[in-house]
């Protein structure tokens, strides 16, 4: 019998009722910048993956890179969630949010009073891209602004928004949060000396400085909701948003690894970018490196669970979790075209392929639109 469709418990005590996890998709349909109705019909129609893993959830304006993607940093944000959390759990699903900050892949005209976004450093990501309000004042894709180095007084600040969007999560009934970590967004500009350019105590020089952010993250949540309900995303080396490769990637991850051991998180995910399908903004790396950090942080955490990311495939998923590599199977577009992709990858039946066309933006069209399969497709 496989494993794939078999209950799993985090570390805690969350228990999944099999061991498909929906990643996170920005869909940009909040055009409010808060969660709808169909948000909350979007994530029922998915509820039957073991754990879903919402879209980016802002933890304050200032961590805003893309319009039209819901926050949780007011209470009318958090109401707003309500529904769709309800709505998951009346399916019988759990539902993780992913608390999020951009950091420096952000523009000014969707930043309070078209302020700089802010980062790790002062040096723009070059050739990223935000969606933003172009010249004409519409939608778009424009290049990311010059960023401004957060000073210590503003870290502090933004530690302090990521555990009040955890508490709000689990105010708005999320079953826990995911801290972004990952893809070049805030965190990673920390955790990357060639993009860390700072001198204080967050330089990215020693060790101790290049983590110190992420850990003060992962420690402020833990202290507001628990270790139990806090799970963190990580993209050793990704290839997005002018993130260079370095030579101390490995060693950064496997000191991170380390030190996470002791917080025993309720999972670590992963985003395996060296498998993933080329597509605009993402450059394949090479899998050989991804697949030698993942030992190495496998072997400080023998005790939390592993989840994996990137054009994942039943066979593949299987395999990994047999061979003791992960834990739980992630899955992102094919979710997209297949809201029972669950039911769709445990009786072999045909995957319909999202329209990429649709992906951001938009109504209903291309978002809670897609059929279940029905036999004779």
Not at 29 to 50: C, F, H, I, V
Not at 83 to 109: E, N, P
Not at 213 to 236: H, M, N, Q, W, Y
Not at 275 to 286: I, L, M
């Amino acid at each position: 019998m496989s494993q794939l469709f078999s209950p799993f418990t985090l570390a805690g005590g969350i228990t999944l009722k099999n061991r498909i996890v929906m990643a996170p998709l920005t869909r940009a349909r909040s055009p409010e910048e808060k969660a709808t109705t169909s948000t909350a019909l979007y994530y029922a129609q998915r509820a039957t993956a073991g754990l879903i893993v919402s879209e980016g959830v802002t933890i304050s304006r200032q961590g805003q890179g893309y319009l039209f993607n819901p926050g949780i940093y007011t209470e009318e944000k958090v109401k707003a969630w309500r529904l769709a959390t309800d709505s998951v759990h009346d399916i019988g699903g759990k539902i993780f949010a992913q608390i999020w900050h951009v950091g420096r892949v952000s523009h000014t005209s969707i930043q309070e009073n078209g302020q700089a976004p802010v980062s790790a450093t002062a040096q723009i990501a070059k050739g990223a891209k935000a969606y933003a309000y172009d010249e004409a004042g519409k939608p778009n894709l424009v290049p990311v602004s010059k960023p401004r180095a957060l000073t210590i007084e503003e870290i502090g600040k933004t530690v302090e928004d990521y555990a009040h969007a955890a508490e709000n999560a689990v105010k708005a009934g999320f079953d826990g949060v995911e801290i972004h970590g990952a893809n070049g967004y805030l965190i990673d500009q920390f955790m990357n000396p060639l993009v860390n350019d700072r001198t204080d105590a967050y330089s990215a020089k020693t060790m101790a400085g290049r983590l110190r952010f992420t850990l003060e993250v992962v420690d402020a949540v833990i202290a507001r909701i628990g270790r139990a309900k806090t799970g963190l995303r990580l993209s050793p080396y990704v290839k997005v948003f002018d993130m260079p490769i370095h030579d101390e990637i490995d060693a950064t991850f496997t000191a991170l690894a380390a030190e996470l051991a002791r917080r025993e998180l309720a999972y670590v995910h992963f985003m395996d970018h060296s498998r993933s399908a080329p597509r605009e903004g993402v450059t394949a790396s090479d899998s050989a490196p991804f697949d030698a950090t993942l030992r190495h942080m496998r072997a400080h955490l023998r005790h939390t669970p592993f989840i994996i990311a990137g054009d994942m495939t039943r066979e593949r998923a299987e395999q990994w979790i047999k061979d003791g590599i992960m834990d739980l199977a992630a899955f992102g577009r094919p979710f997209i075209a297949n809201p029972d992709l669950v039911a769709r990858l445990e009786h072999g039946w045909p995957l319909a392929v999202p329209d990429a066309t649709r992906f951001y933006g938009g109504g209903a069209d291309g978002y809670i639109d897609y059929p279940p399969y029905h036999k004779g497709e």
